[in-house]
């Protein structure tokens, strides 16, 4: 373990923003974590997984740490269930990939979501009608003043949309270690009817699909509207769906006939971000190095050398247009730094 200065975290974030911490170190087992962790040496300190859902506007003036455990295990398992645990650096699709070479189900519908399994838990990933809090079973978390290890359940997580209590409650107290995931061995529950899964599915000729089919689907659909970043740089979805009111959804549909909404409950429906952000003009609009990408109004991307300021600034521009087009507020999904 190696403390560097003043590297350029270009490589580790999927925005491809060109900014400095003034030290670095990459962490590989819990001992060299707790090590780091109980230096006291630095008093600002940045956790970095994947970089994928970040946009960095800054250099960053303190100690970055990049988790890089590593290892996926079966730690128990019956007739129906299997319980596996990986680590916090472990690739989030790659994972997926075991799992589904493994014949575990629930989780084909996060195919190729980007990021690390450590950081999954923190934005409670989701997509294509699943979320991971589906799928969790519990977590293992290091408190970074006691470097003491503590598990959470799924109930303690207290998930939401897009939201745990990583993000919001002890947002920086703990650093995820382990992730252990219950996902069933026979019966798979499916999830088909989100998107144009079951289009593609039914223009496939499939009618009983395989878990191994959907998450092929799911690739597919995700690759055909999101840019990969490691061509184009981004960071997935900028945005969070909104919910609003059945009252003010009908409201909106007078003058927006084509409106799609998904049921929440019996008061709230959700809008999709992107129609919303697609309406107010700014799908495939570029400005200079960065822009809305051209295939899905929800990615935010740099062209090349754009700045983080620039990303956050044309975020705050469709956030202003869409709430003075519809009333409505949409919440950055990305931790701005």
């Avoid at 680590?87 to 070479?101: D, L, P, R, T, Y």
């Avoid at 189900?105 to 989701?126: D, F, H, K």
């Avoid at 090349?304 to 705050?316: E, M, V, W």
Wanted: proline share 3%; charged share 20%; hydrophobic share 40%.
């Amino acid at each position: 373990m190696q403390i560097k200065e003043n590297i350029s975290l270009k490589p580790f974030n999927t925005f491809g923003i060109d900014v400095s911490a003034k030290y670095y170190v990459s962490v590989s087992n819990i001992e060299e974590l707790k090590q780091i962790l109980s230096l006291k040496t630095y008093p600002n300190i940045l956790f970095l997984g994947g970089g994928s859902n970040m946009l960095l506007t800054k250099n960053f003036d303190g100690l970055v740490i990049h988790i890089n455990l590593k290892g996926i295990e079966i730690v128990s398992e019956d007739s129906n269930y299997v319980y596996v645990k990986a680590s916090a650096g472990e690739n989030w699709h790659e994972f997926v990939v075991w799992c589904i070479n493994n014949d575990f189900g629930g989780i084909e519908n996060l195919s190729l979501i980007p990021g690390n399994v450590g950081t999954a838990p923190i934005q409670n990933i989701g997509a294509y009608g699943v979320e991971l809090k589906d799928i969790f079973y519990s977590c293992e978390a290091m408190a970074t003043d006691t470097q003491q290890l503590e598990n959470f359940t799924n109930e303690t997580c207290n998930f939401g949309y897009r939201d745990s209590i990583f993000k919001n409650k002890i947002k920086g107290q703990y650093i995820i270690t382990s992730v252990i995931f219950k996902l069933t061995k026979q019966n798979h529950k499916l999830h088909i009817n989100y998107g144009s899964i079951s289009t593609e599915l039914e223009a496939m000729g499939i009618s009983n699909p395989t878990i191994q089919q959907i998450s092929k689907v799911v690739i597919a659909i995700r690759e055909s509207k999101l840019p990969n970043p490691k061509e184009i740089g981004n960071s997935g979805s900028f945005f969070k769906n909104p919910l609003v009111s059945k009252a003010h959804y009908n409201k909106l549909l007078k003058n927006f006939k084509d409106m799609p909404s998904y049921t929440v409950s019996e008061h709230e429906v959700k809008i999709p971000a992107g129609w919303l952000i697609e309406k107010a003009g700014f799908k495939g609009k570029r400005f200079g190095d960065y822009g809305v990408h051209k295939n899905q109004a929800l990615v935010l991307v740099n062209y090349g050398n754009a700045k983080g300021s620039d990303i956050l600034n044309l975020s705050k521009l469709i956030q202003e247009t869409v709430q003075r087009l519809f009333d409505i507020s949409i919440e950055a999904e990305v931790n701005i730094l």
